[in-house]
Nanobody, 124 residues
């Protein structure tokens, strides 16, 4: 089972940008990958996902036009470029292998070893 390590989070003012990275422990060029986030007291939310080829991507409505997902299969790395950040984007962000459904990413049922996540905090 692939293991992942997220990084790139931090504290930023509203309107600022961050770029998250997710490094996989093994070749993941045959995996669809996704980003999730969870704010305190809220359920985990699917934010974005991208096909193995990078040709297709999904974004939840609240981040469309502001976030961009990409991947570098040669480096086993998934990215999430986050621009025009808002306080409501504050959450712990995680990556995982997924099925990219029309309504959002669905975590691979065999994936149980979530990474530690990376904290994004946006101040107003």
């Amino acid at each position: 089972q692939v293991q992942v390590v997220e990084s790139g989070g931090g504290l930023v003012q509203a309107g600022g940008s961050l770029r998250l990275s997710c490094i996989a422990s093994e070749t993941f060029d045959d995996l669809t990958m996704g980003w999730f986030r969870q704010a305190p007291g809220k359920e985990r939310e699917g934010v974005s996902c991208i096909s193995w080829s990078g040709d297709n991507a999904y974004y939840t409505d609240s981040v469309k036009g502001r976030f961009t997902v990409s991947r570098d299969n040669a480096e086993n790395t998934l990215y999430l470029q986050m621009d025009s950040l808002k306080p409501e984007d504050t959450a712990m962000y995680y990556c995982a292998p997924v099925t990219c459904a029309p309504w959002g990413p669905i975590v691979d049922p065999d994936f149980v070893d979530w990474g530690q996540g990376t904290q994004v905090t946006v101040s107003s």
